[in-house]
């Protein structure tokens, strides 16, 4: 088979993460305590090919702009990094997508501020740039196209994008322009350097292809947008668009028929899926689950990516949603919990007002932390395990709202989750402002950590313990188990010299 277009990204992307998301999020840290091919088969296993080297599962924005590709004519196709070399000599167009091409996005680029060592992430991919393969593709004048959520990342390395001879950077959702830059590479024509897809050039719904193999882990997209409008978010920034039912059936289909048995629902908040306004609604979430359940039947894997805490809270005072849909639909012998990523951000209703005034509502964000404690009571009487968010070094955060942040996660301690410290990265309508590093970092902020790290280290014990009980997984709990002591006895000491350096 030849291609004249190919898209792929280097192992940390293309991987399911042995079907645990929360594995791969380990791989934008740094291999502590273990050589890093051991960290990578951890963190990041190969995946599955076909006889072509393409993937049987791949990062859903790739499979995105392989779609929109394809059905506008394109011999293109996703390609597993290690299968590329079979292209090399015939490929006209290298399309590269990344969550964290150079590991400043959170959490990497805290991880590596704390510890001072470059995230696997980051190594991974300069590596995969240095290979024979890249440079053979740019000495036949190959055209490379980079793009995906961190394409931000490369206006800070433009010496390597020279280097390595990118040509674009797509900067946005890339389903419409890839079409025409790749027509435009295909006819030898000159391609620009930087192209921002704004809220004019995003595609509409209809525009919005489905995909045509197997996503990572089942993952299909539901919601795209977000309405809450955080100053430090750059999602806010795109508009909302709601993706019909029957298209979302249609892309768990094409998992299905790939092998993937599962689906994770994705959207910056699945629970205002047709919502009216920051309100969830019932009826589209019922039947939405009801059409997923019997999809993906009882045996299938299921998650949602993100959630709001404002809405879980609101769901379930106002209609037992929460509840209904836990035990009416997802819950079962097979599905004994469900995991989320969630934004608690910070515990002070003073700076929530500032840089995220409507992440509370219907509530006033004098209520947020009530808001963020409710809704964990509600997730774990549920058996929901969210994965937390909290950022430290807001540009106008002061030592009170640290303290805030510390008497919150001490009250969220009896509830069943993961809560991970990030520091502040410049994005969204926060981007001038300046990244927060580890020499900014007060007595408060190496407490508030402290406190975080306990929480997860206790919480994700006990979540291994009564979650992964599959013999499938008795290696990867082995290693986990060993690296979770070592995590606990580094942390402790970790956080004794930071607090002297910043006594000091
Ligand atoms: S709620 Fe989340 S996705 Fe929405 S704007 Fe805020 S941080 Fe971004």
Redesign the pocket.
């Known amino acids: 088979m030849s291609l004249d277009v190919v898209i792929t990204t280097d192992r940390t992307m293309m991987s399911n993460h042995h079907r645990k998301e929360f594995l791969g999020f380990a791989a934008t840290g740094p291999p502590i305590s273990m050589p890093e091919s051991l960290w990578l088969f951890l963190t990041a296993p190969k995946v599955k090919t076909d006889k072509t080297g393409r993937p049987i599962e791949a990062p859903y924005g790739l499979r995105k702009v392989e779609a929109a590709l394809i059905d506008a004519g394109f011999n293109a196709a996703i390609i597993d990094p290690d299968h590329l070399y079979r292209y090399v000599d015939k490929m006209k167009v290298l399309m590269i997508g990344h969550h964290d091409y150079f590991a400043y996005g959170p959490p990497s680029s805290e991880w590596w501020s704390l510890t001072g060592l470059e995230p696997i992430n980051r190594r991974s991919f300069i590596r995969f740039m240095n290979s024979p393969v890249i440079r053979r593709a740019k000495e036949r004048g190959v055209k490379i196209i980079v793009g995906g959520p961190a394409a931000w990342q490369w206006l800070y390395e433009l010496e390597l994008m020279e280097k390595w001879g990118v040509d674009t950077i797509v900067d946005g959702e890339g389903e419409k322009v890839v079409v025409e830059l790749v027509d435009k590479a295909l006819k030898g024509e000159d391609l620009p350097r930087y192209v921002y897809v704004g809220v004019d050039n995003a595609p509409g719904v209809d525009e919005i292809p489905l995909i045509k193999g197997g996503s990572v882990n089942g993952l299909v997209e539901i919601m795209r947008g977000?309405?809450?409008?955080?100053k430090?978010?750059s999602?806010?920034l795109r508009p909302l668009r709601f993706i019909p039912l029957e298209k979302i059936l249609r892309e768990i289909e094409v998992n299905l028929r790939a092998g993937i048995n599962g689906a994770i629902l994705h959207s910056?908040?699945v629970l205002l899926y047709y919502a009216d306004g920051v309100k969830p609604r019932p009826e589209p979430l019922i039947k939405l689950h009801e059409g997923v359940m019997k999809k993906i039947g009882e045996r299938g894997s299921f998650a949602w990516s993100?959630a709001?805490l404002a809405a879980i809270k609101y769901a379930e005072e106002n209609y037992k949603l929460i509840t209904r849909l836990m035990s009416e639909y997802i819950l079962n012998d097979y599905r004994k919990m469900l995991g989320v990523e969630v934004?608690i951000?910070t515990g002070s209703p003073a700076l929530a007002r500032k840089i995220?005034v409507a992440?509370s509502s219907p509530y006033p964000p004098e209520q947020w932390p009530i808001v963020v404690e409710e809704a964990f009571k509600i997730m774990h009487e549920n058996k929901i395990v969210p994965a937390a968010t909290v950022i430290l070094g807001f540009p106008e955060e002061t030592i009170d709202d640290v303290v805030k942040t510390i008497e919150l996660i001490d009250r969220l301690k009896p509830y069943r989750s993961i809560i991970v410290p990030m520091f502040f990265v410049p994005m969204?309508a926060l981007k001038k402002n300046k990244w927060f590093l580890r020499d900014h970092l007060s007595i408060e902020h190496v407490e508030a950590m402290k406190k975080m790290y306990e929480h997860t280290i206790y919480w994700a014990e006990e979540i291994m313990k009564n979650y992964m009980t599959s013999p499938y997984y008795l290696p990867v709990k082995l290693l986990l188990k060993y690296f979770m002591s070592y995590v606990k006895w580094r942390v402790n000491k970790y956080m004794g010299k930071l607090e002297e350096m910043v006594k000091k």
């Open positions: 977000c309405p809450r409008g955080c430090f978010c999602v806010t910056e908040d993100h709001s934004g951000e995220m992440k969204g």
